[in-house]
């Protein structure tokens, strides 16, 4: 688990990197927005150990998007790493698909131990961290959520955060526009889609 944080700490080092020098150069390609976001946060559970139990999904997007999928994965890696680390009780993730008319919404929930209201509009900011006494331990670089952000903002998408307060876990709402195909489509990638 600790090589994995330190290859995520890297990833995110050289994706500010890119970042900070609006170096974008990304793989997008068309993805089924549920089936895909689905096998990402799968992997994102095995990856850091989680019991299939740990995760519910809900809801229905039905809409294609618009993808780098290595960055969206290392989204909800950071997400699903920070539930992990400000969890006290057994964790619980709760993923919910919705559609708008031009945006594909994400919404995910943990059982963590919430945001402060003060630090809501904060901890999309570089070196930003929540310190709370009831988990002295918890370790990171306060790089994690800026990356989110950055990568869902190079993806024309938003994320924006809500908790009710200490205790009652944390929710990140990401839009993601949906994709509509023009005469000069772009690579559909096969993962998710009907034939899979």
Known sequence: RDAERLKNLVNSILEIASMDKKKFNRDFEVYKADETIKRIILESAEQFQLNADAIKFSGDAGCDILLDRTSIKTVFDNLVDNSIKYSI?????????????????????????????????????????????????????????????????????????????????SKFKIELPIYIEKKKSIKRNKEGSKND
């Open 89 to 169: 009780n057994p964790l619980q993730i709760t993923i919910k698909f919705k559609r708008s008319a031009k945006k594909a919404e994400i919404e995910f929930s943990d059982n963590g131990i919430g945001i402060p209201n003060d630090q809501i509009k904060k901890i999309f900011q570089k070196f930003h961290r929540i310190y709370d006494k009831d988990i002295p331990n918890v370790k990171g670089t306060g790089l994690g959520l800026y990356v989110v952000r950055e990568i869902i903002k190079n993806h024309k998408g938003k994320i924006s955060a809500l908790s009710e307060g200490k205790g009652k876990g």
